[in-house]
């Protein structure tokens, strides 16, 4: 488990690939710190990468909170969150929701950046099998 989550492709709320360094000096504490909090936090389309000692100032904005992490596993999830989320702003927009517009496009954003990133991941994990 603790090698597949190491060589798994995973990505924040930026778009960005996470790396967990398997030979760094704090490989093992942060192993256990990632198996604790994901053998504890359980979201639909993620996980939190808070330490459990912490208190999340994000309260139930995980698509906007800095340590959300997930990966290709998740990506219909991912799919059909953004999907849902492009309707709640359209409905918004028309009914004059101007707050709940401007809050939703932030997850918009953020969805699209994790999608585009694990799906370029998958493209290039195909590449490199199909190469040798």
Known sequence: ????????????????????DPEGPLAQAQWVKTRYGMSTQTLPNGYC??????????ANAC????????????LPELREQRRRTLTLIDVSEL???ARMVEMNQQV???????ISEIEEAATEDTDTT???
């Open 1 to 20: 488990m603790r090698r597949h989550w190491q060589e798994a492709t995973k990505v924040d709320i930026k778009g960005e690939r996470v790396s967990i």
């Open 49 to 58: 990468g808070l330490p459990l000692q912490r208190t999340c100032p994000h």
């Open 63 to 74: 698509l906007t909170c800095p340590v959300f992490l997930t990966g290709p596993e998740f």
């Open 95 to 97: 009914g004059g929701q």
């Open 108 to 114: 918009v954003t953020n969805l699209n950046r994790m």
């Open 130 to 132: 199909h190469a040798g």
